[in-house]
């Protein structure tokens, strides 16, 4: 066996595909696109590897995108030098959006602004008349009794992916993101009002005991249980 035989005997190729960094003036809209997306707060070292920048960069760039949807001078259309040097950009003549971009559990994520959610609810209810299928109504059943709960703990009770019908429940503006836990950065959900009015109950302590429903009075529902 030659010398040149054995190198390409020994050559090991990384198929894994990596993505491409991002050019610096394109960082921006590159994050926009991405949090666009995301359905989970994410991390500035997450966003740093996606665009392929330094985490430095990305905070700015964040800072950036912050300040364009606000509608303030300096927006994301500026760079990283609009933030600093109040190069006017993003929005035209400093447009606020309808949405936002927050620091939630440490992550980042688009929400819509508090202003616009009934709007946007009922927007959704309208598009969506259809009704819920057996997957949702079982892990609205969960959140219902064991709320705040995490998509984590209820997937683990529910034995499956739960994201795709989470996002579905949000969207109906039957539940809604409580509170972030500071330790693990879970997403604990809650029921809403808009629930309470579909099923004709001023509470939830209104909702029907399930331990007469189930085999053992708690399987599925550990501790205290309706």
Known sequence: MTVENTAETLEVTDTT????????????????????????PMSVVTLATAVGAPVKRVRAALAALVADFDGEAGGADGGAAGVAGGVPGGAPGGVRRGFELREVGGGWRIYVREEYDAVVSGYVLQQNPTKLSQAALET?????????????????????????VVRTLLGRGLITELFTDSETGAINYGTTDLLLSQLGINSIDELPKISPLLADGADGFEGDVR
Request: aromatic fraction near 2%; proline fraction near 6%.
């Open 17 to 40: 595909e990596v993505p491409a960094p991002v050019e610096d003036a394109q960082i921006e809209r590159a994050l926009e696109a991405i949090l666009m997306v995301a359905d989970e």
């Open 140 to 164: 609205l059943a969960v959140i219902a009794y064991k709320q705040p709960i995490s998509r984590g703990a209820i997937a683990s009770i529910r034995a499956v992916n739960v994201d795709s």
